[in-house]
């Protein structure tokens, strides 16, 4: 999710990740969320100590705003009437 946000309101971002960890074995897919690039090559660094990052990319949101279009959903639930009716 490309949109949460912290308590000072910076946007994170989710990276894709590749690492060769310090024995050699290379790690594939992994993502985490950060303000930016080097935050987030550090919280892979602090989980995988030593490692080589080989590649570091942004994952681009497919849907967009997660944040506003759970609000439209929320707003949507909300907006629809009562179905409980006494039959």
Known sequence: MAAMTT???TPM???????RTRSGTPV????V???DQAEAERKISQMYPGCEI????QIQSAIGDD???LDRII????SQ???KSGD
């Open 75 to 78: 707003s949507l639930i909300a």
């Open 28 to 31: 594939d897919h992994l993502a």
């Open 7 to 9: 308590a000072d309101s």
């Open 81 to 83: 009437p009562d179905e």
């Open 13 to 19: 971002i989710k990276f894709g990740l590749r690492v």
């Open 54 to 57: 080989l590649e570091c990319r």
């Open 33 to 35: 969320q950060a303000r």
């Open 67 to 69: 944040a506003i279009n």
